[in-house]
């Protein structure tokens, strides 16, 4: 178990996250529960993580599956109760499993309380905690678009004025200027750290700092500023781990968010490899292939920019992103063997990996009927192109690769009815695939992606060189091939990762010859690279 005193304990850290909703039911109602992540804790400990980050499981309409909290205090009862939340916390502790909750800090449901008061009227106090213009019915304050689709302002004829919402018009955002909103949010934060949560992660955190007046969003001049008072007033009174969503981060920005000093935060969820596979300048929707190379490099270029100086996150998948093995993979013949080189991949880096449910699993993406799909994103899209003129076969492509249902389908825990996840009817379809992938099969198989990842986590508790070597980007440009070096005091890596189905003649570093071998996707060595074959290679120090 990590000892969770010291400072910076998360630099050794492995992050699972949990999309509650999906992850186990207990009730039979089809919607995952806090008891039944309390039932799969076992599971986790085996895995070997060490924290949960726990997508938000707070009080809410449910618009945008929790992102849209009504109370931060409570617990949603579709997932129990805060005496669930206590058990969950406490028997996660025994395990050395901490819980990091997930703060949504830039928007609040619109049946928040404070919400419900704002827009009542003008004088109440908590008018100033959204961000209002006054305008007349039909005539927006400017043409700024919200990420779900639609303009961002919404109109309230009791105040005759306008809010703004970056997201769903049921996801009013927070106005951060106003400090009694932001004492507001800190005293909550320190209520949570009292209860024994070990940490949190922000959401959309780039994006609290707005100014619509001047179309700024993200990265707003003010924006270091809160969360250094944020981190300050909160996190900084205990021994926390914090990781913000900053879809406008880059290296420059993630050193002051993630500064050794500990003024903001542990670190950032960054997304620039993750907008590769889209086209340039185009939106999420827009398919385009995965460079590789550039890929490559701009992973090497956060590994050389945060050591040292930062924290990266490393991260593939999660609740907003397809599964990496059919984006980046190969879902079918190869699927063992190139999940396991995608987490080889990044889990051969420094920085603290998650994982997103089934990810050990090697789960795969989903392709449902438009009628089927739940998330708002997806149903947005889906009707605004298809109102365009976009064929709808062409619609439902982009869905299919690219749509956040994708990693949101249950969990598949076994080969039964409803793959072990609910008794009842689920909440989303589960991927017909679970007669074959599933955690019990995992288990039951020494040569599963599961183990895989077992054993990724334990070579990071095992060398230290995972955790704090150097980064060397070795072949830039070879078009299959990624390979990299670590180095630190106790000594060096070698990953090699070939993404592909041909066999590759790759020639090793004449100083790796011989070397041992940490970890293979395949059980006896070759002279060729085979179909999507990992490897990483180890020599101690001075040899
Ligand atoms: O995501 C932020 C965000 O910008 C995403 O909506 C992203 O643009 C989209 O998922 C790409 O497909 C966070 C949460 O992770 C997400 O689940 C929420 O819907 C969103 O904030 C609003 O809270």
């Avoid at 990420?147 to 306008?162: H, I, R, S």
């Avoid at 072990?420 to 599963?448: C, E, V």
């Amino acid at each position: 178990m990590l000892d969770k005193t010291q400072k910076d304990w998360w630099k050794r850290a492995v992050a699972y996250q949990v999309y509650p909703k999906s992850f186990q039911d207990t009730t039979g109602s089809g919607v995952g529960d806090l008891p039944g992540i309390v039932s799969r804790l076992d599971y986790l400990q085996t895995l070997g993580i060490d924290v949960i980050w726990l997508s938000p499981v707070f009080a809410s309409p449910q618009i945008d599956n929790g992102y849209d909290i009504s109370d931060y205090r409570a617990i949603d009862p579709l997932f129990g109760d805060l005496e669930d939340m206590r058990t969950l916390i406490r028997e996660g502790k025994r395990r050395g499993i901490g819980i990091m909750l997930d703060l949504v800090l830039n928007h609040s449901s619109d049946r928040h309380p404070w919400f419900q008061r704002a827009r009542a009227s003008r004088d109440d106090p908590c008018h100033d905690y959204y961000v209002w213009r006054d305008g007349v019915p039909g005539q927006y304050p400017n043409d700024m678009l919200s990420v779900f689709g639609g303009p961002a302002w919404e109109w309230v004829e009791e105040v005759g004025q306008y809010y703004f919402h970056q997201f769903a018009p049921q996801q009013p955002d927070l106005n951060w200027e106003n400090p009694a909103l932001r004492r507001e949010l800190y005293d909550m934060i320190l209520w949570w750290m009292d209860q024994g949560v070990e940490g949190f992660r922000l959401d959309v955190i780039d994006q609290i700092a707005k100014e619509p007046d001047k179309k700024i969003t993200n990265n707003g001049p003010r924006l270091h500023e809160f969360l250094r008072e944020l981190s300050a007033e909160t996190f900084q009174k205990g021994c926390l781990v914090t990781v913000g969503e900053a879809w406008g981060a880059d290296i420059q920005r993630a050193r002051l968010y993630s500064a050794p000093d500990g003024s903001e935060l542990s670190m950032v969820f960054q997304f620039e490899q993750m907008v590769l596979d889209q086209k340039p300048g185009g939106a999420k929707w827009d398919l385009a292939p995965l460079p590789f190379v550039k890929m490559k490099q701009s992973f090497a270029r956060w590994q050389q920019g945060l050591h040292g100086r930062g924290w990266n996150s490393l991260f593939l998948d999660n609740h907003d992103l397809p599964r990496i093995v059919s984006r980046w993979g190969d879902d079918g013949e190869y699927r063992v063997q190139s999940a396991k080189l995608l987490a080889t991949m990044l889990h051969g880096m420094q920085g603290t990996p998650y994982i997103y449910q089934g990810e050990e699993l090697g789960m795969t993406n989903i392709r449902l009927p438009i009628d089927q799909y739940k998330d708002v994103e997806i149903l947005n899209y889906y009707n605004e192109a298809v109102a365009k003129g976009c064929p709808e076969s062409r619609v439902m492509e982009s869905i299919w690769a690219k749509g956040r249902d994708n990693a949101r389908t249950p969990m598949q825990w076994d080969d039964g009815p409803n793959a072990g996840f609910t008794t009842g009817t689920p909440w989303l379809p589960l991927n017909p695939n679970h007669t074959a992938i599933n955690a019990k099969a995992a288990l039951a198989d020494p040569d599963s992606v599961f183990y895989h990842y077992q054993a990724l986590i334990r070579l990071r508790k095992t060398y230290p060189v995972f955790v704090d070597g150097d980064f060397t980007l070795l072949d830039a440009e070879h078009l299959t091939v990624f390979a990299y070096e670590r180095k630190a005091a106790d000594g060096r890596l070698l990953v090699v990762c070939h993404f592909g189905a041909d066999a590759c003649r790759w020639t090793c570093p004449a100083d790796w010859k011989g070397a041992r071998v940490l970890l293979s996707n395949y059980a006896e060595p070759a002279d060729a690279l085979r179909p999507w074959e990992a490897v990483i290679y180890y020599r101690p120090a001075g040899t």
